[in-house]
């Protein structure tokens, strides 16, 4: 017997579908984690446009920017998110910039009221598979930080069944030693982490996929870039570890510590969200 077929969705993005043997497969819920500043959100809009472009609906959760913000960043690489808005085919969410009377906007970071809105989102948009990005997730644990894996566990077992395609993006901050990504990372089917040093005098971001459950990837660093007009561009592998676009040892003794001081903080109740569980 043959291997099953797995459906794969392309990332719009040209030399990471090569990457990943032909795209992201269907129904994975995929981390895209790293520092600030190295492509997390372009590669978010890239994957939402091409879903828009080959019949997929689009479900975009902002939390560090506005609505407004990311269809302007899609406008630059030649995607254009407002239109897909008007047409119905596509819904951002806004979690940074209440409106007043915005159907679309949450009122306040709360994950039970994310999940509601996204259910809610996906029934408006009908039948079919969707594409669902949720930029950042980190954003719903800053102040219980605790709660990242039982948060990113929550959303992938109650959208399982509405027919979606997910990327949680989380963040950590080298200079700060501080970690948000681990919760995603432990719940996640596949993981792509975005790095960026400097070298020679010079800026310059990696990409490496970690992991990808039931399918080959390949497992060198990559160079990429941000092009204006195009976007999230891979450049070409580069002659760099992958130790050395993983975290740092000093961070990830850091972060052991924390999380072994959450377990700790969880197993005795002494952290708000405990019910949550119940609800799944």
């Known amino acids: 017997m043959g291997k099953p077929s797995i459906e794969r969705l392309p990332t719009g ?6 990457i990943l043997r032909g795209g992201i497969p269907q129904g994975f819920v995929v981390a895209v984690v790293g520092e600030p500043g190295t492509g997390k959100t372009v590669f978010c809009i890239h ?5 828009l472009e080959t019949g997929d609906k689009g479900i975009y959760v902002t939390t560090e920017e506005s609505r407004e913000s990311i269809i302007r960043q899609a406008a630059m690489f030649n ?3 407002r239109k897909h808005v008007d ?7 806004d979690a940074l910039m209440e409106e007043r009377g915005d ?5 306040e970071l709360d994950i039970e009221e994310l999940l509601s809105k996204i259910i809610e989102a996906k029934k408006y948009l009908g039948y079919g598979h969707a594409r669902l990005v949720i930029d950042s997730m980190s954003a719903f644990w800053l102040d219980k930080p605790a709660m990242a894996r039982k948060y990113s566990y929550i959303i992938k077992r109650r959208l399982a069944r509405w027919n979606m395609t997910i990327i949680l993006t989380s963040q950590y901050a080298v200079t700060t030693s501080l970690g948000f990504g681990f ?8 993981i792509i982490r975005f790095r960026k040093s400097i070298l020679g005098g010079e800026l310059k971001r990696f990409l490496v996929v970690e992991k990808m459950r039931q399918t080959d990837h390949d497992k060198r660093v990559f160079l990429i870039d941000i092009v204006d007009g195009k976007g999230l561009v ?5 002659n760099i570890s992958r130790g ?5 040892f000093s961070v990830l003794a850091k972060i052991l510590s924390a999380e072994l001081k959450k377990e700790a903080e969880l197993t005795s109740g002494e952290l708000e969200g405990s019910d949550l569980e119940n609800n799944v």
């Open 79 to 81: 995607i254009d998110l």
């Open 244 to 248: 050395e676009v993983s975290l740092p």
């Open 13 to 18: 993005i040209k030399g990471l579908d090569e």
């Open 47 to 51: 994957f939402i446009g091409k879903g």
């Open 103 to 107: 159907p679309w906007s949450l009122r």
């Open 234 to 238: 891979v450049l070409g592998p580069y």
């Open 183 to 190: 919760g995603v990372e432990h719940v996640a089917d596949g």
């Open 87 to 93: 047409e119905g085919n596509l819904v951002i969410i």
